[in-house]
């Protein structure tokens, strides 16, 4: 159980393939930073690698994608879930490895209650091609959870590589980005609708981090881009508003330099003190 009065650090990261991200030090992050619940993107690994590699100390929930090889989320928490879920509601995304949930008890002077965490990954897409119509079919569905969560739990955070980048501060070339993948404008309008009164889900890092550029959260692997920081903030924890007003501080945890990165994705990580 979560106790009245503990500060909860969760930390969300996409991988980029597991045992790629162990191989470049992601285990020597991990050991350091004293996470309570950690949230994995694009695992891309069987369930006895991701056991392997993060150990016993952990209660490992991982979706993985029938595809090999690609997509898979986990949820790794040093408390035990009440219960667990691995489908978003659609059941054409049930193999996809992009979906899962975990409850934890929280102790509450009130009462307790009940902390629903989602580990998510939203497709890339690309314009004109059936990714796209995935990714938009998927974010629809999102349109469906997100009120379903808010209305069955005060405290519910769905953290991932979400992929798209909401506004003009979340991407350092958005001028050059407004027609692709991404940052299109039919894809904004979703998280205009998440963030809005409609749905009502609050954004906790840029809460936190205020009108500012960035914090990036990708750069590419390719040329300058983590050199020059020029990167798109697509990594997010995303909270019922009542989860939101308990986030102190939110840091993304981008290496030193770019050959010391385990991922071209940084750790998102926000401490929640209840």
């Known amino acids: 159980m979560i106790q009245a009065g503990q500060t909860l650090r ?5 991988v980029n393939g597991i045992r790629a991200a162990y191989k470049r030090g992601m285990g020597d992050w991990l050991a350091a930073r004293d996470v309570d619940i950690l949230c994995l993107q694009e695992v891309r690994a069987p369930d006895a690698v991701v056991h392997e590699l993060l150990g016993t100390d952990w209660h490992i929930l ?5 595809a090999k090889g690609r997509a898979g989320v986990a949820i790794a928490s040093r408390v035990a879930p009440t219960a667990t879920r691995s489908h978003i509601g659609d059941e054409y995304f049930l193999s996809s490895g992009r979906w899962v949930e975990a409850d934890f008890a929280v102790e509450g002077i009130d009462g307790d209650k009940t902390l629903t965490v ?12 059936p990714k796209q119509v995935d990714k938009y079919r998927f974010l629809d569905t999102m349109t469906h959870r997100l009120p379903q969560l808010k209305a ?9 590589d979400l992929n798209v980048g909401h506004t ?34 609050r954004d ?19 040329g300058q881009a983590f050199d ?3 990167g798109w903030r697509i990594d997010y ?15 993304v945890d981008r290496a030193a330099t770019y050959d010391t990165r385990f991922s071209d994705h940084a750790p998102l990580v926000v401490d929640y003190q209840f």
């Open 168 to 201: 003009e501060l979340d991407i350092k070339n958005w001028k050059g980005n407004v027609k692709r993948a991404g940052f299109l404008p039919e894809e904004r309008a979703y998280f205009d609708r998440f963030f809005g009164e409609e749905i009502g889900w």
């Open 62 to 66: 991982h979706a993985e994608a029938e």
């Open 228 to 230: 020059n920081d020029s």
């Open 152 to 160: 069955e739990r005060d405290y519910a955070l769905v953290v991932g």
């Open 237 to 251: 924890q995303v909270a019922t508003p009542s989860l939101a007003n308990l986030a102190t501080a939110a840091v």
């Open 118 to 129: 989602v580990s998510a990954y939203v497709h890339s897409g690309e314009v004109d091609t």
């Open 204 to 222: 906790v890092h840029r809460s936190l981090a205020g009108a500012v550029s960035g914090p990036y959260t990708w750069w590419s692997w390719r």
């Open 10 to 14: 969760i930390a969300s990261v996409n």
